[in-house]
C-alpha cells in the first residue's frame, strides 16, 4: 500500500511535496511572492502547478531537469513571454496548462519538444492570432483550450 508523505520545502511558504514510494508526485507552489520558475523542483516530480504566482517569463530550457514532468500548470500568473526552448526535454507531457496568464504570442514550435502532449489550455489569455504552423505542433492533442482570447485572426482547421 502506498503511504503518502507531504513535505514543506523551505524556500516556499505556501509549497508541497507529495512524495510516494520516493518519487515526486507532486510539487505545488501557490505563492504570490514568487516571481521566477523555481529552479529546486525534485528531478523526479510528475506533476507541477506554479499558480497565482508573479512569474512574468518563463525561460530556456525552464523545466530541463524535469524530464519526468507529465502535466505542467502555470495557470493565473502574469506570464507575458514564454522562450521557444522552455520546454525542452519535457518528451513525457502529457498536459500543459497556462490558463488566465497574459501571453500575446505562444510558440507553438516549443510544442515540438512534447510528443506525448494530449492537453493544451490557452483559455483567457491576449492572444490574438493562431498562426496557420501551429497545428503542426500538435499531432496528437485531444484537448485544446483557446477560448476567452483576443482573436483577429483564426486558422480553419480542416
Not at 141 to 150: A, E, F, P, Q, V
Amino acid at each position: 500500500m502506498l503511504t503518502p508523505r507531504y513535505l514543506k520545502l523551505s524556500t516556499c511558504s505556501t509549497s508541497v511535496l507529495l512524495v510516494l514510494n520516493g518519487w515526486c508526485a507532486l510539487c505545488c507552489f501557490f505563492n504570490p511572492g514568487i516571481s521566477a520558475v523555481p529552479i529546486n523542483v525534485p528531478a523526479d516530480t510528475v506533476k507541477l502547478r506554479l499558480e497565482k504566482t508573479l512569474i512574468t517569463k518563463v525561460p530556456r530550457a525552464a523545466f530541463y531537469n524535469l524530464s519526468e514532468l507529465r502535466f505542467l500548470w502555470l495557470n493565473y500568473n502574469s506570464i507575458t513571454s514564454i522562450h521557444p526552448s522552455s520546454f525542452v526535454n519535457l518528451k513525457a507531457i502529457r498536459e500543459l496548462r497556462l490558463d488566465g496568464n497574459l501571453l500575446t504570442s505562444f510558440p507553438w514550435e516549443g510544442l515540438r519538444d512534447m510528443p506525448l502532449l494530449q492537453t493544451l489550455g490557452l483559455h483567457n489569455n491576449r492572444l490574438s492570432n493562431l498562426p496557420a504552423h501551429a497545428s503542426l505542433f500538435l499531432p496528437n492533442i485531444t484537448y485544446l483550450d483557446l477560448s476567452s482570447n483576443r482573436w483577429v485572426q483564426f486558422l480553419h482547421v480542416q
